[in-house]
T-cell receptor, first 112, second 113 residues
Framework: DAGVIQSPRHEVTEMGQEVTLRCKPI?????LFWYRQTMMRGLELLIY????????DSGMPEDRFSAKMPNASFSTLKIQPSEPRDSAVYFC??????????FGPGTRLTVT | GESVGLHLPTLSVQEGDNSIINCAYS??????FIWYKQESGKGPQFIID?????DKRQGQRVTVLLNKTVKHLSLQIAATQPGDSAVYFC????????????FGSGTRLSIRP
């Protein structure tokens, strides 16, 4: 298996633009997680899905953030409109058991 | 609480020596703990886990120790190698959402040749 795949790897955008991050989990994994990592706040869970259903979105910072999982092999995290404080590395992870999570390589987002 | 990482503590170890990375967890209700390793430019990677009904678990070159009395977790790496250079995170469950884990702030392990 190729592991968790994320795209793009790097994204630079201007404030106010819409940003869409994509994730393909490992085949057969029932859980999918979106995290954000910054120097100031460390690694934060934004939202997670189980069997394509959002279970806990309490970490989503505000209404500008939304996540979907239309099928078992694809998820998106969208920020609209983006702001400079959204600059971070965004990770997607998947797992069978929820705890032993396999992380993707991340998307480094820079909002200018 | 949530992870906060303004300045990562750093542990510097001589190559070949043993490393001990410590973590204080916050939630006494947590019953599952995990250690992750994050190399530069990569996502975190699962290393080893332990349930609260155990106080020690061993893997390949790694040992995790759990002291529930003082809410302390440690990761021991035997014969540290250059490839062990990374940031190490402990994580715990025990929060309202059953499948949710919370990551600690991390410790950077630096290897001296």
């Amino acid at each position: 298996d190729a592991g968790v795949i994320q795209s793009p790897r790097h994204e630079v955008t201007e404030m106010g633009q819409e940003v869409t991050l994509r994730c393909k989990p490992i085949s057969g994994h029932d859980y999918l997680f979106w995290y954000r990592q910054t120097m100031m706040r460390g690694l934060e869970l934004l939202i997670y899905f189980n069997n394509n259903v959002p279970i806990d979105d309490s970490g989503m910072p505000e209404d500008r953030f939304s996540a979907k999982m239309p099928n078992a092999s694809f998820s998106t995290l969208k920020i609209q409109p983006s702001e400079p404080r959204d600059s971070a590395v965004y990770f997607c992870a998947s797992s069978l058991t929820a705890y032993e999570q396999y992380f993707g390589p991340g998307t480094r987002l820079t909002v200018t | 609480g949530e992870s906060v990482g303004l300045h990562l503590p750093t542990l510097s170890v001589q190559e070949g020596d043993n490393s001990i990375i410590n973590c204080a967890y916050s939630n006494s209700a947590s019953d599952y703990f995990i250690w992750y390793k994050q190399e530069s430019g990569k996502g975190p990677q699962f290393i080893i886990d332990i349930r609260s009904n155990m106080d020690k678990r061993q893997g390949q070159r790694v040992t995790v120790l759990l002291n529930k009395t003082v809410k302390h977790l440690s990761l021991q790496i035997a014969a540290t190698q250059p490839g062990d250079s990374a940031v190490y995170f402990c994580a715990e469950n025990g929060y309202s959402s059953a499948s949710k884990i919370i990551f600690g702030s991390g410790t950077r392990l630096s290897i001296r040749p």
